[in-house]
């Protein structure tokens, strides 16, 4: 389970420990601490834990991680991105299936307050569930469960429970920082329970009253995705999206699509904003070609389709030159890919023009290619458009060159014209098979 070292978390792990070892003796807990390193008392903190987890005679591990907060994010968001990332790994080398927050029922109250005034949508009004797979915090397999046991337990409970076992805790002197909006928010709570006594009660039924309704959009977009989503054409393009069929849903049927489609790829949701950009740039819009980057991804238009595309490193790798000595496979990093030779005496390349130095480029434009035996030679910007590459995969696709002869243009295939070769000599079919780029 997650440990701060701060009161919800030891009452946790106080709590978690006991009722294990009545009814599962066989389990074991363990604490996960993070290291921040954004308070002058960090060390003080990981030590405390250290010291409370051999009191309570349950393992600690720990990690440090360092809070860079990117374009657009505050530090409170970029130390949560840090905090859930370090979890998910440490939880992938203890072995872990469950992992356990301290949330309680006063932060879901102040969690849905939050989202409302800086006007989040359905979903986020549904506020922090009590179980979901870890894939968001960085568990790709999603064989961890998260699990925030305490919900709907009032912070008032969690303090008689502290008083009844004499725990020990630290106090984050953060929390009382009014520059943060949580803390600022709890500082008017008093006031608004004055007003409002049933306050906190109300606000957990709407919460539920929004994940029932988040429920059921979610069902509703999940249903239209799977009749307009299909697989990516190419190494570097992930998912596609039939456009003819977006085009056809009502605006915020679309945006819904749109935001399910990027939490199945792992992305992060999209601001409403974002999202309406999204949905004129690559829907609304007919011309051009657009690109979006968001969250480690791509999404572009191309003719019938949008792609969910992994971002393409800047630049064009240099040319690279090499020899070819019989190998199989010819690995090239610089070109995120390899080119693959089979034995083809009937089609293939004459083996002498292959043992030449060989080298690989990017196109300089005006190239010709023949990609059938006998067929016309056509230029390649041509066999590129009928191959339903785009223009901006084209400039990362190598072509194979055997002295000024061209041999292979990447994502179209094999140069078909070659002088008669002398009787048995040996030809090869080469292929180039590219690897997407992949990030985070």
């Known amino acids: 389970?997650?440990?701060?070292?701060?009161?919800?978390?030891?009452?946790?792990?106080?709590?978690?420990?006991?009722?294990?070892?009545?009814?599962?003796?066989?389990?074991?807990?363990?604490a996960l601490h993070v290291h921040h390193g954004l308070q002058a008392q960090a060390d003080d903190w990981d030590r405390f834990c250290a010291v409370l987890c051999t009191d309570l005679r349950v393992p600690l591990a720990s990690t440090r991680v360092t809070v860079q907060a990117t374009t657009g994010e505050g530090i409170e968001a970029a130390a949560r991105r840090a905090r859930h990332a370090a979890l998910g790994r440490m939880c992938r080398e203890q072995g872990a299936r469950l992992l356990l927050f301290a949330h309680h029922r006063d932060d879901q109250v102040e969690t849905v307050l939050l989202r409302l005034f800086r006007g989040t949508g359905v979903a986020g009004m549904a506020g922090m569930p009590a179980s979901r797979p870890l894939d968001a915090l960085g568990d790709a397999n999603g064989e961890v469960r998260l699990l925030r046991p305490w919900l709907d337990v009032p912070r008032a409970d969690i303090d008689a429970y502290c008083a009844a076992h004499s725990l020990r805790w630290i106090d984050d002197p953060s929390n009382?920082?009014?520059?943060?909006?949580?803390?600022?928010?709890?500082a008017q709570l008093p006031a608004l329970l004055q007003a409002f006594p049933a306050l906190y009660d109300n606000v957990t039924q709407a919460a539920t009253h929004f994940a029932q309704a988040a429920g059921m959009l979610d069902a509703l977009a999940a249903q239209s995705l799977a009749t307009l989503v299909c697989s990516g054409r190419d190494a570097?393009?992930?998912?596609?999206?039939?456009?003819?069929?977006?085009?056809a849903l009502p605006p915020e049927h679309a945006d819904?699509?749109?935001?399910?489609?990027?939490?199945?790829?792992?992305?992060?949701?999209?601001s409403t904003a974002r999202l309406a950009a999204m949905r004129s740039q690559l829907i609304a819009h007919t011309g051009g070609e657009p690109a979006i980057a968001h969250d480690g991804l791509v999404l572009r238009r191309f003719r019938d389709r949008v792609l969910a595309c992994h971002a393409v490193p800047a630049g064009v790798p240099a040319p690279f030159a090499f020899a070819w000595r019989g190998e199989a496979r010819f690995v090239v990093p610089a070109w995120r890919g390899e080119l693959r030779f089979d034995r083809d005496d009937t089609f293939g390349v004459p083996e002498a023009v292959l043992r030449a130095p060989l080298h690989l480029a990017a196109r300089a434009g005006g190239e010709r290619i023949v990609l059938r035996p006998g067929g016309p030679a056509r230029?390649?910007?041509?066999?590129?458009?009928?191959?339903?590459?785009?223009?901006w995969r084209r400039a990362h696709l190598p072509l194979l060159w055997s002295g000024d002869t061209l041999v292979l243009a990447a994502g179209v295939g094999m140069h078909r014209r070659w002088p008669a070769a002398a009787p048995h000599a040996p030809r090869w079919r080469v292929e180039w098979v590219g690897q997407p780029e992949r990030h985070g």
């Open 1 to 30: 389970m997650a440990l701060s070292g701060g009161r919800d978390s030891v009452a946790l792990l106080h709590a978690t420990r006991d009722a294990l070892a009545a009814a599962w003796p066989l389990a074991r807990v363990v």
């Open 176 to 186: 009382t920082d009014t520059r943060f909006a949580r803390n600022a928010l709890r």
């Open 236 to 247: 570097d393009t992930l998912s596609e999206l039939d456009l003819a069929g977006l085009r």
């Open 256 to 270: 819904a699509v749109l935001r399910h489609w990027l939490r199945d790829l792992g992305a992060q949701p999209p």
């Open 379 to 391: 230029a390649l910007k041509q066999a590129y458009q009928e191959a339903d590459i785009p223009a």
